[in-house]
């Protein structure tokens, strides 16, 4: 495997502010994911810690709690009040930091970052976070969204000279900074975060402080938690989810606000809203598949809105039959609601292999079609005979469906119907979400009667528009983002051929 170091002594090639390369021999070599390419793959996500005499390993507990989020890359940077070191590599978390690797993180700050790659392409180099020298002095930054007027900044900025060292998004907020003619760090960030469009939640550190911000429509989570310390300041955690604070033994305080930005310094956290008026469209899909069920997010336990729409859908598109499975492991919240509501029991009929994904290298062409018998097996004596309710979270291509379906009848199932616990998933998404095009979408070019067909199912369903934002408020009085689902997007700057009104007759 190899790593980045960048500003680690001993290690570090300080004539470069991207730092050497250099392989660590300590850590085994990097294998390929499984690509089933009928998924949508997570996106990234971001920790910080404020005051915590081991802050590296803080950050690497915290990212090991959101590595759901990403799993292609992950990086920590610490900092010390003089030093900011930043280490990243390809791979899992566990993979990378070991405690060899921990021990060269110094600091009683640090930020944290996992990802899956949607946008700048999959090399090191775009792994983050992202440790920049600029005007305002060292600044090191890990993001989760995706910003939507990219190319427009990107352009302006490299007119005024700016040098970009990365395709990331992060590395245009910080030049962003850079070229900002505010006076104080601070009112440089809320200037830039004021020029980009789109979403994103920030983490960003310099040698003395750490800053979080939100997009001002709150597309992605980002909650501020807190460890009480007996005899000195407490430690501030940032964490994408809440689920992080349970490792951490972190109490949850609050969500950073849509248009927020937050500061920590020694002398402890202060907040300003850099942008207000800005309607919130928060990603109603964190709640649908990405976010773990354990997290708090957007105000709302993630098990509460999934277990509420299996309930809903049960109540909108019940059907005889007895047992309910779930398709493991995203669709099992909702399929307990499902079962509880319908009276129908619930069987774990689909057991999946955790340990694929990560570990199987695809050899050649002809084991694709592996691909989801590797991950999934059937459990024949709880389907044999059965009229089964399969329930899962999206059908994307609609292949991965079909070989679901086709495993459950052909592990003896006399009737397999299918419950989406959300709408036909009909555009894709600009912030941070890698959906297929929309050509590639079965749910944008086919009616619902002909998926049906096409996966082979007995009924298909999906859970309404209504259903699902009823079932993700619970009376928190969030508004969602839903444009993978209508084609309404909430900012301008999207590509406009890919938000051509469905074909489908949903
Ligand atoms: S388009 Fe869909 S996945 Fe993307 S932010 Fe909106 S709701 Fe979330």
Redesign the pocket.
């Known amino acids: 495997m190899r790593l980045l170091f960048q500003g680690v002594d001993g290690v570090t090639d300080h004539s470069s502010e991207l730092g050497a390369t250099v392989p660590c021999p300590s850590v085994p070599q990097s294998l390929e994911y499984l690509a089933d390419g009928d998924v949508l793959h997570e996106e990234c996500g971001v920790v910080a810690i404020h005051g915590h005499p081991d802050a590296a390993r803080m950050a690497y507990l915290g990212l090991y709690a959101l590595q759901h989020r990403g799993q292609e890359s992950a990086g920590i940077a610490t900092a010390d009040g003089q030093h900011l070191a930043n280490i990243k590599g390809m791979g899992l978390v566990s993979e990378i930091f070991t405690d060899e690797v921990l021990q060269k993180l110094p600091g009683q700050m640090a930020i944290g970052h996992t990802r899956y790659s949607t946008t700048g392409d999959s090399a090191l180099l775009n792994a983050q976070p992202i440790r920049v020298e600029s005007t305002k002095g060292l600044i090191a930054i890990a993001h989760n969204g995706n910003l939507v007027n990219l190319g427009t900044v990107r352009a302006r900025l490299e007119r005024d000279g700016a040098y970009f060292q990365t395709t990331s998004d992060s590395e245009i907020i910080v030049q962003l900074i850079a070229h900002s003619r505010a006076g104080s760090l601070v009112d440089a960030i809320a200037d830039s975060l004021r020029q980009v469009e789109g979403?994103f939640s920030i983490v960003m550190m310099t040698r003395d402080r750490i800053f979080a911000a939100r997009d001002p429509r709150g597309?992605r989570p980002l909650s501020i938690g807190r460890i009480r310390n007996q005899d000195g300041p407490d430690t501030i955690v940032f964490a994408s989810e809440s689920c992080a604070f349970d490792l951490l033994r972190a109490e949850y305080e609050r969500d950073v606000l849509p248009g927020e930005l937050v500061m920590v310094t020694e002398d402890g956290m202060t907040s300003r809203q850099y942008a207000t008026g800005v309607p919130q469209?928060s990603?109603?899909?964190?709640h649908v598949y990405f976010a773990r069920p354990d997290s708090r997010i957007f105000g709302r336990w993630v098990q509460q809105s999934r277990d509420e729409m299996g309930r809903q859908l049960s109540r909108e598109s019940g059907v005889p039959a007895d047992v309910v499975v779930p398709v493991p492991d995203s669709g099992v919240t909702a399929a307990l609601g499902y079962a509880d509501e319908s009276g129908i029991p619930f069987r774990f009929g689909l057991i999946r292999n955790h340990y694929v994904g990560r570990t199987f290298i695809e050899p050649e062409q002809r084991v694709r079609d592996f691909g989801v018998r590797l991950k999934l097996n059937p459990v024949r004596n709880l389907l044999e005979g059965k009229r089964v309710i399969l329930i899962d979270d999206s059908i994307i291509r609609g292949t991965t469906s079909r070989k679901i379906v086709r495993m459950v009848r052909g592990a003896g199932a006399k009737e397999v119907h299918l419950r989406i616990s959300c709408p036909p998933t009909i555009?894709p998404?600009?912030?941070?979400?890698d959906?297929p095009r929309k050509q590639e979408l079965i749910a944008a070019n086919q009616s619902i009667e002909e998926i049906r067909k096409f996966i082979e199912a007995d009924t298909l369903a999906y859970l309404s528009l209504d259903g699902l934002l009823k079932s993700c408020d619970g009376g928190e009085g969030n508004a969602?983002?839903?444009?993978?689902?209508t084609g309404n997007?909430p900012t301008a700057w999207v590509d406009v051929d890919e938000i051509l009104p469905a074909t489908a007759t949903a």
């Open positions: 979403a597309f469209s990603c109603i899909f964190e555009s998404c600009f912030y941070g979400v959906t969602f983002c839903t444009a993978c689902y997007y």
